[in-house]
Antibody, heavy 126, light 111 residues
Framework: QVQLQESGPGLVKPSETLSLTCTVS??????????WSWIRQPPGEGLEWIGY???????YYNPSLKSRVTISVDTSKNQFSLKLSSVTAADTAVYYC??????????????????WGQGTLVTVSS | QSVLTQPPSVSGAPGQRVTISCTGS?????????VHWYQQLPGTAPKLLIY???NRPSGVPDRFSGSKSGTSASLAISGLQAEDEADYYC???????????FGGGTKLTVL
């Protein structure tokens, strides 16, 4: 079955850029049936959608983070990545990657998230 | 403040039935977008529990059920078990935000 695994630094300094990669196994990021997404969860808080990408490179971002977020896909490595610039302590969170089912009916956008990676804690601190 | 509103906590005794509500608006649930539910056990990643309002992925017990009506959706858990103690999140799409929205989460305590 499809598995996702996040990787990247666990500590980032304020004002720098957070960079994470999600490696997909058991499936292909080139599948037209799915989007590939990043979600985060600050300690003790709820889930926040960051954005998602289609294999073609089309991206969709949370308006509240759009100015600082870049998501890219590397089909040759079967990976997709997240960059979040100008980070502050408020960006400290567990970051998850997930596959998103693309609608097949009247709504062709993002539906449910499944599966999820195990998550990686990123702390922003000097 | 989340676009989808969930009660912060619910509780029930083993064997009982509990429901968790998810209230949206005319730009998300009320616009016809599907609602999906996730279970997050302590220290783990969220897991898909219900998709497209009322469908259970393979392996999810039929004690879990979902429904949707108007601008709201509900998750029902019957025959409550100790291992159901977790955080539950609803999720949909919002046309005003042009993006995915999550509820704030509900902590289920099994008494």
């Amino acid at each position: 079955q499809v598995q996702l695994q996040e990787s990247g630094p666990g500590l980032v300094k304020p004002s720098e850029t957070l960079s994470l990669t999600c490696t997909v196994s058991g499936g292909s990021v080139s599948s037209g049936s799915y989007y590939w997404s990043w979600i985060r969860q600050p300690p003790g808080e709820g889930l926040e959608w960051i954005g998602y990408i289609y294999y073609s490179g089309s991206t969709y971002y949370n308006p509240s983070l759009k100015s600082r977020v870049t998501i890219s896909v590397d089909t040759s490595k079967n990976q997709f990545s997240l960059k979040l610039s100008s980070v502050t302590a408020a960006d400290t969170a567990v970051y998850y990657c997930a596959r998103v089912n693309r609608g097949s009916g009247w709504f062709r956008g993002p539906n449910w998230f499944d599966p999820w990676g195990q998550g990686t804690l990123v702390t922003v601190s000097s | 403040q989340s676009v989808l509103t969930q009660p912060p906590s619910v509780s029930g005794a083993p064997g009982q039935r509990v429901t968790i509500s998810c209230t949206g608006s005319s730009s998300n649930i009320g616009a016809g977008y599907d609602v999906h539910w996730y279970q997050q056990l302590p220290g783990t990643a969220p897991k898909l529990l219900i998709y497209a309002n009322s469908n259970r992925p393979s392996g999810v017990p039929d004690r879990f059920s979902g429904s949707k009506s108007g601008t709201s959706a509900s998750l029902a858990i019957s025959g409550l078990q100790a291992e159901d103690e977790a955080d539950y999140y609803c999720q949909s799409y919002d046309s005003s935000l042009s993006g995915v929205v999550f509820g704030g989460g509900t902590k289920l305590t099994v008494l």
